[in-house]
T-cell receptor, first 114, second 113 residues
């Protein structure tokens, strides 16, 4: 069975600064996908970034980038130039290739301070 | 294009009752997944429906069931409600089953008293 761990229940960062959220996972699979989802307060969950395990290049989406270390089973999210709108719960998620059900981590509550 | 919609948004039920939640996926999406979100257990996968068939099921008791209609709309039912069933129930739709991006709805907050 797959497990996803996020060791930082809460984090805060000053506006315009950079913050890194940690995620580790455990799996015996070789082909899988990793995701970061964002859930703003009282708003819908949205996909931030996605990484295919077979790709060595780290995914980047504007101010969001990941550091994917397959051997270490680590998948951290870096947010650059943090904005107040980045305040949210961030969930790391794992999906086996050709599978559908996601396994989510417990989440990290990020607060961006003005 | 309209997003994923869930009805009702809020619901209060009594222990022992049953409840039905509804999810309308994005137009053209044929896969619907359901998740339970609680502060203690986080986000847990309930089940996934694709083409009116349950494709995957999480580790939940048989009191939790679902179905999907020919228009891809899905319902989930919880019978004999327990206090521990209080949660935010999220629905997500995707184009098809497999590794497609999931789009989440706003959720239905169920409170069991």
């Amino acid at each position: 069975a797959q497990t996803v761990t996020q060791s930082q229940p809460e984090m805060s960062v000053q506006e315009a600064e950079t913050v890194t959220l940690s995620c580790t996972y455990d799996t015996s699979e070789n082909n899988y996908y990793l995701f970061w989802y964002k859930q703003p307060p009282s708003r819908q969950m949205i996909l931030v970034i996605r990484q295919e395990a077979y790709k060595q290049q780290n995914a980047t989406e504007n101010r969001f980038s990941v550091n994917f270390q397959k051997a270490a089973k680590s998948f951290s999210l870096k947010i650059s130039d943090s904005q107040l709108g980045d305040t949210a719960m961030y969930f790391c998620a794992f999906q086996v290739a050709y599978g559908q059900n996601f396994v989510f981590g417990p989440g990290t509550r990020l607060s961006v301070l003005p | 294009k309209a997003g994923v919609t869930q009805t009702p948004r809020y619901l209060i039920k009594t222990r022992g009752q049953q409840v039905t939640l509804s999810c309308s996926p994005i137009s053209g999406h044929r896969s619907v997944s359901w998740y339970q979100q609680t502060p203690g257990q986080g986000l847990q996968f309930l089940f996934e429906y694709f083409s009116e068939t349950q494709r995957n099921k999480g580790n939940f008791p048989g009191r939790f069931s679902g179905r999907q209609f020919s228009n891809s709309r899905s319902e989930m039912n919880v019978s004999t409600l327990e206090l521990g069933d209080s949660a935010l129930y999220l629905c997500a739709s995707s184009l098809a089953t497999g590794n497609y991006e999931q789009y989440f709805g706003p959720g239905t907050r169920l409170t069991v008293t």
